[in-house]
């Protein structure tokens, strides 16, 4: 799998790279996927291509969901390796985003979208904003694949690390 050299990194994917601790609590189906997770959270690592906002809220959801401590798994040392060189990112890597009240200015504006969790709109408004459009890394979360043709309109490209298992996971849930 090819990896982009810079990116937003959805917090499943440091959380989801954690479950590689306990191989055998992992599902057979989403085995796979932990292991692309690690291997994602590695190459942003590598290559230094982490994009966040300058508000620090994605941050801040790192920290709520990730040990500071940066072990004992992957997404913990992601997390304090967000945490120890995050000033140091270059400038274009840290975003201006507004907060507009559950949302942010940068949100794009897409029928599609008007259901999009509010807790993850700062991702997109993220993306958005930057000059490129860097794509986010999504692991598990399923209503991600229901709003992928909706964010690829608005030039957004959310990069799945398991499309199988969050497409079939969609599919069960919208009972198709």
């Known amino acids: 799998m090819s990896l982009p050299k810079k990116c937003l990194v959805d917090t499943n994917v440091p959380k989801s790279a954690n479950l590689a601790l306990n191989p055998e609590k992992v599902s057979r189906e989403l085995s796979g ?7 994602a959270v590695e190459h942003v690592i590598k290559r230094r291509g982490l994009i966040l906002d300058a508000g620090d809220e994605i941050f801040n959801e790192y920290r709520q969901q990730l040990s500071m401590k940066g072990q004992p798994g992957v997404g913990d040392r992601f997390m304090k390796w967000v945490h120890d060189n995050r000033w140091s990112f270059p400038d274009a890597n840290r975003v201006e985003i507004t907060k507009n009240g559950d949302s942010y200015d940068q949100f794009p504006t897409h029928h599609g979208l008007k259901n999009f969790d509010n807790s993850d709109r700062k ?3 993220t993306a958005n904003a930057h000059l490129n459009k860097p794509p986010i890394l999504q692991a598990t979360d399923s209503k991600w694949w229901g709003w992928k043709d909706a964010l690829a309109e608005v030039e957004i490209t959310v990069h799945f690390l398991c499309p199988q298992y969050v497409e079939a996971k969609y599919k069960k849930k919208m009972g198709k």
Request: one cysteine or more; a negative charge; hydrophobic letters at 70%.
């Open 123 to 125: 991702f997109v408004a």
């Open 33 to 39: 996927c932990v292991l692309a997770c690690v291997e």
